[in-house]
């Protein structure tokens, strides 16, 4: 792991936090990344570590990757994704007043927002946007769509920008890449069918929710059944997310109960959930504080020093250091 | 494979809106099915070798080799190549033409 933006140390922990055992490890490095990703957030959490009160603004890059011109989704579009989502990790949605009683104590405003980057990497002014037409009739989950040279747009810098791509993906809605990844390939990638909530967006995929579930993993939140087929044994490393069998589809009926987790239930309404997009509509204070687990290391460089200052203050340097 | 793999070998992809009692339906891959955030994938090769299309935890479908036998009831055997994980077995429900339903076994 890297010394984060603002001269800290490497916050490596020697805790015992399991990787879970269905990450994609395929490279020694980014499996190494990621235990020291997981210790650093179970020693933050153990220690209590200070929550961030100030709201962090990620620069976002839309790479729009298109052959056909029904795909090349409008600025219009884009922005209302945008919009989606700051009121999503703001708990802002309007739909928020669905949640069922017993889970808003659970709701959390995570005070992140989003914005269209305003400066390329070259220090130009910028849209935010990159167009590229393509050969490419469609894109799988290989991380083609990321490189020019496969037909895709190339990232921008992984630490100044999330990435954010938008093509004919088929047949996934979206994909991501977890914090510690390689910095070419990180960021998200949502179908056009899938992105904002007008244009080409179709129901029930309609509402700009599948962003907000990459980009919930882009901020190394986990699915809420624990990735571990339909059992009961998996965990998001997350206490105030209910454990649940497998992933929810559709747009539920509360209660729905699995793996003993009555009288309430599975939590289907979390973005971090399978549901339709207009059946989910919260981020949990779990959830946040592991994002802000993120935000404090792999993604620090998004987040001022001051800031990011007060997310260590206090913190012992036992746990800040191997 | 023998005669009662007939039916079986394919592109499959689970309806998930057709399951009843417990069984998975699935359609060929190709199959008019509504959109979803997943949908399990299983390619039953002809010359006995599969791929699982698993769901990933960064919502991509990392994909699973190994060999597949038609053992009686019939039921299907999936022994894959990694061989720290452990072999599958399920019951082969209805086997038709466009239609394949299956159920897992302990």
């Not at chain 1, 961030?52 to 219009?76: F, G, K, L, M, W």
């Not at chain 1, 104590?105 to 910028?126: N, Y």
């Not at chain 2, 429900?93 to 159920?103: I, N």
Request: aromatic letters at 8%; glycine letters at 10%.
């Amino acid at each position: 792991m890297s010394t984060p933006e603002g001269g800290r140390p490497a916050h490596h922990w020697c805790g015992t936090m399991p990787v879970h055992h269905q990450m994609i490890a395929t490279r020694p490095d980014y499996a190494i990344a990621r235990a020291a990703i997981e210790n650093t957030t179970f020693a933050r959490r153990n220690a209590r570590a200070p929550r961030r009160r100030e709201v962090v603004t990620i620069p976002v890059v839309v790479h729009v990757v298109y052959q056909q011109e029904a795909h090349n989704v409008s600025d219009e579009q884009i922005a209302s994704q945008i919009t989606v989502l700051n009121q999503d990790f703001r708990a802002a949605n309007p739909d928020v007043s669905q949640v069922p009683a017993p889970f808003r104590p659970a709701v959390a405003d995570t005070l992140i927002e989003f914005a269209l980057a305003g400066t390329d990497p070259a220090g130009q002014p910028t849209s935010g946007i990159v167009r590229r037409r393509t050969g490419q009739a469609q894109f799988g989950d290989d991380d083609a769509v990321k490189f020019s040279s496969r037909g895709g747009s190339d990232a921008w810098p992984a630490d100044r920008y999330l990435n954010l791509w938008v093509c004919n993906l088929v047949p996934w809605l979206g994909y991501a890449q977890f914090p510690g990844g390689p910095a070419e390939t990180d960021g998200v990638v949502v179908a056009y069918h899938a992105f904002g909530n007008t244009g080409t967006a179709t129901a029930p995929f309609n509402l700009g929710r599948t962003a907000t579930h990459e980009i919930g993993h882009w901020l190394n939140l986990r699915h809420i059944w624990g990735d571990d087929g339909d059992a009961c044994s998996g965990d998001d490393f997350v206490a105030d997310t209910p454990n649940a069998a497998g992933p929810n589809f559709g747009a539920p009926t509360f209660p729905s109960v699995t793996c003993g987790n009555g009288p309430n239930g599975d939590m289907f309404m979390n973005f971090m959930d399978y549901t339709d997009d207009r059946a989910m509509f919260m981020f949990t204070n779990g959830q946040s504080e592991r994002m802000d687990a993120a935000l404090s290391q792999v993604r620090a460089s998004f987040v001022a020093k001051k800031v990011l200052d007060g997310m260590w203050a206090g913190v012992a340097e036992s746990v800040m250091r191997t | 494979m023998n005669a009662t793999a007939a039916g079986l070998p394919g592109d499959w992809v689970h309806a998930r809106e057709e399951d009843t009692g417990g069984a998975k339906v699935y359609r060929p891959w190709g199959h008019p099915l509504p959109p979803s955030r997943w949908r399990h994938r299983i390619e039953l090769r002809p010359d006995g070798s599969y791929v699982d299309h698993r769901l990933g935890a960064d919502d991509r479908s990392p994909r699973a080799r190994g060999h597949w036998t038609v053992e009686p009831g019939p039921r299907i055997r999936l022994r894959p190549d990694d061989q720290g994980e452990p072999a599958r077995t399920l019951e082969v429900v209805a086997a038709e033409p466009g239609r394949l339903v299956l159920k897992d076994l302990p």
